[in-house]
């Protein structure tokens, strides 16, 4: 009698011991799957927040070639600003900027000076990014906006 009972306590030591080591790895995959969890949100921050910077980069980029057009369009006699072209400027003018710029997004100029040359305030979209350039004071600002709804109609009501 004493021995099958001393044979039941090994066998329900060993039950014991495999369900504390199953419990253990569970508690361990809880806690790996809640440090995930709460550390997405951060990674996704950062990257948006480099995305951020590359957009800006592209910006910085764009005014350098809308210069350097401009100044050339000025120095040749030709007319820079044109807000019924693409972009806001002459066709040759943008073409220029987009070959010296290299962006991979859309522009708009928005105002020039009073010579046309100079250009005081444009728009710079890349992806879900848009970045807003104003001369006077100098400032970029970098938005970031994402459609959460979008609806079409057609023409016909």
């Given at each position: 009698?004493?021995?099958?009972?001393?044979?039941?306590?090994?066998?329900?030591?060993?039950?014991?011991?495999?369900?504390?080591?199953?419990?253990?790895?569970?508690?361990?995959?809880?806690?790996?799957?809640?440090?995930?969890?709460?550390?997405?949100?951060?990674?996704?921050?950062?990257?948006?927040?480099?995305?951020?910077?590359?957009?800006?980069?592209?910006?910085?980029?764009?005014?350098?070639?809308?210069?350097?057009?401009?100044?050339?369009?000025?120095?040749?006699?030709?007319?820079?600003?044109?807000?019924?072209?693409?972009?806001?400027?002459?066709?040759?003018?943008?073409?220029?900027?987009?070959?010296?710029?290299?962006?991979?997004?859309?522009?708009?100029?928005?105002?020039?000076?009073e010579s046309g040359y100079?250009?005081?305030?444009?728009?710079?979209?890349?992806?879900?990014?848009?970045?807003?350039?104003?001369?006077?004071?100098?400032?970029?600002?970098?938005?970031?906006?994402?459609?959460?709804?979008?609806?079409?109609?057609?023409?016909?009501?």
């Amino acid at each position: 009698m004493n021995k099958t009972n001393t044979l039941s306590n090994d066998q329900n030591y060993k039950e014991k011991s495999k369900n504390r080591h199953l419990i253990r790895a569970l508690s361990v995959i809880v806690l790996i799957l809640a440090i995930v969890t709460a550390s997405v949100p951060g990674i996704l921050a950062i990257m948006r927040r480099a995305d951020a910077q590359v957009a800006l980069g592209n910006a910085k980029s764009l005014r350098l070639a809308l210069q350097v057009a401009s100044t050339e369009a000025y120095a040749a006699g030709h007319p820079f600003g044109d807000a019924a072209q693409i972009g806001g400027i002459a066709e040759e003018s943008w073409r220029k900027v987009i070959t010296d710029s290299k962006i991979p997004g859309d522009f708009w100029v928005l105002q020039t000076d009073e010579s046309g040359y100079e250009v005081l305030r444009f728009l710079y979209q890349e992806g879900n990014f848009t970045v807003s350039y104003t001369k006077e004071p100098l400032v970029y600002e970098v938005c970031y906006g994402q459609t959460y709804i979008k609806t079409e109609q057609s023409a016909v009501y």
